[in-house]
């Protein structure tokens, strides 16, 4: 199975990526021992560059086209000198970047609200050296969105003086989300939202799901590649989903709302506690192992290693937030999905239903409103989630969003 395989409805940006590849290994094959030419710029008459911007709508596949392009420059497939295209799925170099352990492809995925100087610095320090293994020294940064204005100032002068066989690979979901100097540097690479069939058909041939909970799965998700596949492999998944998509029958009076916000908020907290227990108790026992403390005995740490312990936990709390929040916005991704389908219930539109399996609930509010109150309430939801963007107490926010719901 080659790397590309998974870049579903992606066809334009999966035949830049492959000429950029080619392109790449031919730089590599053809270079002299100790060649010290940096890779050409964007706009350059090769394909291949050393900064690269991928956008999308959340769920298009930027993460994957990122890894599938690192995995392809990473390729050490003989075929290739056969003219066989570089990314062939099987050879070390292809597997290795593809799951994780490759030692010259960094995958950068924050596990906070944002990423910092500090992280940046030392990124910007390991693109500066020579490929370890490798055929290229590559950077795959998922959230670049989420950078910091200084850590934003950092990367900007590792793109603007590249090292020579380094290559940046920033996955935003806008260009508006990265500095306009940053940009400007790099390759863009629009992908878009996947056909629902192309979904369920991925979730078929690679996850082997059953084709009828497949496609539901990709309705459900109107074409969000990983959100359809943890909706159609996890039960917890589809019961919290259900119990959202009851919301809107809830909010009869101000004690049902509050009662109803309550519910929502917990059940992200809850959900956000299930995912940190597991994963922060296998790393603060990694931790205090390599601090020389003996595993499993709850003996006292070595003098002078409290800070090291100390940072850890902020990280986790700071991980455990923004897993609340995470599960918070895809709840109200879901609440807004219902009221679009009521909207569409209301105006007689052919589109599609992402709810179809929640018919009844659908008429019933579609038949107890008009469209300008089922706007009002979509604006109320995506208000919502600006306020949780703006540190706004989630409950508060909340709260707000099912009086209003109410209301309108």
């Known amino acids: 199975m080659a790397v590309w395989d998974d870049l579903v409805g992606q066809q334009q940006v999966t035949g830049q990526l492959l000429a950029a590849a080619r392109d790449a290994d031919a730089l590599v094959t053809e270079a002299e021992p100790g060649e010290d030419d940096a890779p050409p710029e964007p706009g350059g008459s090769s394909s291949m560059t050393h900064a690269w911007l991928f956008t999308g709508p959340p769920g298009s596949g930027r993460s994957t086209a990122a890894r599938a392009f690192a995995a392809a420059l990473q390729c050490v497939s003989p075929d290739r000198a056969l003219g066989g295209a570089p990314g062939c799925g099987f050879c070390d170099g292809c597997h290795t970047a593809l799951i994780g352990t490759h030692a010259d492809v960094e995958v950068v995925r924050t596990q906070g609200l944002s990423i910092g100087v500090k992280e940046t610095r030392e990124l910007v320090r390991r693109a500066q050296l020579s490929p370890a293994t490798g055929r290229w020294q590559v950077i795959v940064m998922e959230d670049a969105d989420r950078l910091t204005e200084g850590a934003c100032n950092v990367l900007l002068k590792a793109i603007e003086e590249p090292a020579p066989r380094t290559v940046w690979l920033l996955c935003t979901p806008s260009i508006e989300d990265v500095l306009p100097t940053i940009r400007s540097r790099c390759r863009l690479l629009t992908l878009r ?186 604006e109320a939801v995506i208000a919502c989630r600006d306020a949780m963007d703006r540190n706004v107490a989630p409950l508060l926010a909340v709260e707000a969003m099912t009086m209003a719901l109410r209301a309108g």
Do not use: W
Request: one cysteine or more.
């Open 193 to 378: 939202t996947p056909s629902v069939d192309a979904v369920a058909d991925l979730l078929v041939r690679r996850d082997g799901v059953d084709p009828a909970r497949a496609r539901a799965a990709a309705e459900a998700t109107q074409g969000h590649i990983g959100r359809a596949r943890r909706l159609a492999t996890d039960e917890q998944a589809r019961t919290r989903r259900a119990a959202v998509l009851k919301l809107p029958l809830r909010v009869d009076d101000i004690g049902a709302c509050l009662k109803a916000a309550q519910e929502l908020v917990d059940a992200a907290a809850e959900d956000a506690k299930q995912i940190a227990e597991e994963t922060d108790a296998r790393e603060t026992e990694e931790l205090r192992a390599a601090l020389g403390a003996a595993a499993g005995t709850g003996s006292r740490l070595p003098r002078g290693t409290a800070g090291a312990m100390k940072e850890l936990q902020d990280r986790q709390k700071t991980r455990s937030t923004r897993i609340k929040r995470d599960t918070l916005d895809l709840a109200l991704t879901d609440l807004t999905g219902f009221y679009r389908d009521v909207l569409a219930l209301q105006l007689g539109s052919s589109v599609a239903l992402a709810n179809s399996g929640q018919r009844d609930a659908l008429e019933r509010v579609a038949a107890g409103s008009g469209p300008e109150n089922t706007l009002r309430r979509i």
